[in-house]
């Protein structure tokens, strides 16, 4: 069955840094666009970034754009969130999902599968 498994989240300062994974089984890696998204308590989950499978196509969204970067491990079945300058307002639990055949894709009804979440807090 396909697996998404989150790591690497946290507690930190604002102003820190923190690095995601998500390790991918199960699926052809290939074929699938890789995506983080975020929900905060009380807050719908929102789209964060995604990344195509030769990275050529990168999306972000506009309260991260500058902070974090996305990238993947094609060898690995792995992508990454590379999270800079983080803010309390980043404090979330972060998602990592794959859509099948997408170069890009923000919303949840455009992606496959789904990670159980990793918590990001941020303190102030």
């Known amino acids: 069955q396909v697996q998404l498994v989150e790591s690497g989240g946290g507690l930190v300062q604002a102003g820190g840094s923190l690095r995601l994974s998500c390790a991918a089984s199960g699926l052809t890696f290939s074929t699938y666009l890789m995506g983080w998204f975020r929900q905060a308590p009380g807050k719908e989950r929102e789209f964060v970034a995604a990344?195509?499978?030769?990275?050529?196509?990168?999306s972000y969204a506009d309260s991260v754009k500058g902070r974090f970067t996305i990238s993947r491990d094609n060898a690995k079945n792995t992508a990454y969130l590379q999270m800079n300058s983080l803010k309390p307002e980043d404090t979330a639990v972060y998602y990592c999902?794959?859509?099948?055949?997408?170069?890009?894709?923000?919303?949840?009804?455009?992606?496959?599968?789904w990670g159980q979440g990793t918590q990001v807090t941020v303190s102030s």
């Open positions: 990344i195509a499978w030769t990275g050529g196509r990168i």
């Open positions: 999902a794959a859509a099948f055949g997408r170069v890009v894709a923000t919303t949840r009804d455009e992606y496959n599968y």
